[in-house]
């Protein structure tokens, strides 16, 4: 017998011991003792006996419904009765698995053990014929146990539920970002220069990086400025010589580079600096 | 922020288990949402104490599984809470029971030996549901021909059973003396070995 | 049940919120969970109040949306639980290092003088990494067919590598020593944690 569908026949499944009501009226005794006195619809006594989860299970509700102890396994009486249960499965032909009739050969072999008067010359230890399967029952029953109280512990999805709140929507995920190390930044730069050394036509000649940070931060001044700003505003007396020369320097190289343009009125008067503006649509939209 | 008010740490940490998608651990919370704040695991433990007291008489539970804390409904809710779902609960057939007790109680066991206390073979639909939800996996193999697998049962067993540990289950004790009570005068031992 | 204590309807009614799969709205908890339990609209909007004031200093909170009741962590809690869903971004590539080297070492500069240097054109890819970084921007235009951007590092990129000023970055004559992988006594730092 193939073990039943896991979820539809599951009252049916449980129905010999665990929960006697909805079955109650097919499976009594007496279909047991007589099954020829009473009528049993044939699709419930296939329900019945499919509900058995092997012979170890129908041994056990033998037992147990006569209210045997099983350490006392009344082997004779047991075995009559689990043959005719063989006999009404294999009348109605349902797929009876091997362990049933593995299970039927077991019993009649300790059947035949036990009516055989002892020889006179037998070892006094000699073991009890029904030892093996009344170990056996006992731990099938241990674990059928089990499995009810697994089945009765406060279980999620049926006793309780999981609670959870929502993340208020000021809270994302953090990506941690890969560290670069200025090593790293300094090797790429150089590894760059080698390249480009292999090309004739590029020449990275070696500049003053506070120039350049210079001409960023003067870039950076301009931008959005519509109106031109005054020189001198470039300049931060604090920073003293050195850094009057480099924004020089700065703003020489931003003309040159035509960044920013210079306008002044007359000689000798206010210097007034503006970022280059756009010739009107001559270039095209900007593409950053 | 170095120093945090123990006012200040019992919502973060009451706030970070309602919103980690799962069962998070004292270590866990430590690793992120308390990463920098220095708090020691004696204070933590404290606070997670004062909030499982703070939740005994609400309509949530703070609940510690295998995995970690976490907030569940109180059981004796359950009839009215279920009305949320169109579906009912799964129900799960003796076969299938019956298996997972096995693996829980006998762990780490093969296919072939679960069979041989149940007296039917294991269908293979059971171990596939029973690994679909997580509940079992296996854990090695067992060196004899055929080198079967070997079942045991998984953190999300315990979490879905609401336990911490797997001792917690119905002690084993339980149906190893009740089989003993039944022993004839010495007659047949229960074979404890396999028992356990 | 068709009579409730009040007591009893706040914890199923905190419960179904709680364990509710989105907000839930009154009717639809009238609909549910309190169906047969005669609760009037008015009674469970007293409760939804109180719950409303329960959680008030706690760190979640109870919260009305469009669609309904539900709790949500606290908002100054964010920065904090944001951490349990750290990731970690992969690591940059070579072609992104080099353009950043060239704006660090060359700027203003525009991407078609860095692609000049490089060979190979630069993907817009990286230049919104760096810029999302916050180590690039935008300073200026150059008046050239396109008004293509220029770029330049900012303040964070040199809080990031602790230089005070640009010109703190290695000379090109450092770059021998640095070839041979040794590092500087004390002058160039390997990034490490605190840098974060």
New interface residues.
């Given amino acids: ?7 539809q ?2 009252n049916l ?2 129905a010999p011991v ?1 929960q006697p009501l909805p079955l109650a009226f097919v499976h009594g005794e007496a279909f047991l003792e007589r099954p020829e006195d009473l009528y049993i619809p044939p699709d419930a006594l296939e329900v019945i006996l499919e509900s058995f ?5 129908l041994l056990l509700y033998l037992i147990r419904k006569q209210k045997f ?4 396994l009344p082997v004779l009486q047991i075995t009559r009765q689990y043959m005719e249960y063989v006999e009404v499965m294999k009348d109605l032909k349902l797929e009876l ?1 091997g ?1 049933y009739l593995l ?1 039927a050969a077991i019993l009649a072999e300790i059947k035949s053990r036990v009516l055989l008067p002892k020889r006179a010359d037998a070892p006094e230890d000699e073991e ?1 014929p029904r ?1 093996e399967l ?3 029952l ?14 009765s ?16 929507e ?24 080698t ?2 050394a292999a ?1 004739e036509h ?1 020449h ?1 000649k ?5 120039t ?2 210079r ?3 003067i ?2 001044r ?2 959005g400025e519509a109106q031109f700003v005054a020189f001198q505003a470039l300049f931060t007396v604090e920073e003293g010589r050195a850094g009057v020369v480099v924004t020089f320097l700065a703003v020489l190289e931003l003309v040159k ?3 920013i343009e210079l306008v002044q009125a007359a000689p000798y008067t206010q210097i007034h600096v503006k ?2 503006q ?1 010739l009107e649509d001559a ?2 939209t ?3 | 922020m170095a120093r945090i008010s123990n006012e200040q740490l019992k919502q973060l940490v009451e706030a970070a288990i309602f919103v980690a998608d799962e069962p998070i651990s004292a270590e866990r919370l430590q690793e992120t949402v308390l990463l920098d704040l220095k708090v020691s695991q004696k204070r933590l433990k404290a606070i997670l104490d004062e909030l499982q007291l703070d939740y005994r008489p609400r309509g949530v539970q703070l609940i510690k599984v295998a995995s970690g804390y976490r907030f569940q409904s109180m059981d004796s809710l359950a009839p009215w809470l279920s009305k949320l779902w169109q579906e009912q609960a799964p129900r799960y057939s003796r076969a299938l029971l019956e298996t997972l007790a096995l693996i829980a109680y006998r762990q780490p066991i093969t296919r072939g030996e679960i069979e041989d206390v149940r007296g039917v073979s294991v269908s293979t639909h059971i171990i596939k549901t029973l690994s679909e939800r997580g509940w079992i996996k296996v854990v090695g193999h067992k060196e004899v021909p055929g080198r079967p697998a070997l079942y045991a049962t998984t953190k999300a067993f315990l979490d879905y059973f609401s336990l911490g540990h797997l001792d917690e289950l119905p002690s084993e004790l339980d149906f190893t003396a009740l089989a003993d009570t039944v022993v004839p005068d010495g007659q047949i031992k229960p074979d404890s070995e396999e028992l356990h």
Avoid: W
């Fill in positions: 017998m193939s073990e039943p569908q896991d979820t026949n599951d499944t449980r665990q989860e092997g012979p170890l299970d102890d099983i350490a006392s698995a362990e299970m009890d030892a009344i170990r056996r006992r731990e099938y029953e241990a674990i059928k146990q089990a499995a009810q109280e697994l089945d512990l406060p279980r999620q999805e049926r006793d309780f539920f999981l609670a959870a709140a929502q993340t208020s000021n809270c994302q995920p953090i990506r941690i970002l890969p560290t670069v190390t200025l090593q790293e930044l300094v090797l790429s730069f150089q590894d760059v220069l390249r480009a090309f590029h990275i070696r500049e003053a990086l506070s350049r940070e001409m960023s931060a870039l950076e301009l931008e580079e035509s960044l970022a280059c756009p270039y095209g900007d593409l950053e």
